[in-house]
């Protein structure tokens, strides 16, 4: 993965997969050009995915009233 889409946020990764795959469904792209466009396509998903789950790890953890994370449980209805 370039530096470059490292410091893509969520959105703008999510932006371009999503042009990428427009591209793509259209039919009219040369083989070459089509492998180029999934690897890209790989690369973008699998940060995505990353930041997901960066957010994931921290979502389950809450700030207690002395400002220490502590892991967070959702306790369901039985």
Do not use: W
């Amino acid at each position: 993965m370039t530096n470059q889409e490292t410091e893509l946020t969520f959105e703008q990764a999510m932006e371009q997969l999503e042009e990428l795959v427009e591209k793509l469904e259209a039919g009219d792209v040369p083989l070459e050009k089509a492998i180029q466009y999934y690897q890209d396509g790989m690369r973008l998903s699998k940060l995505c995915n990353e930041k997901l789950g960066r957010v994931e790890e921290q979502m389950q953890q809450v700030l207690n009233e002395h400002g220490e994370f502590v892991p967070y449980e959702v306790q369901e209805d039985e």
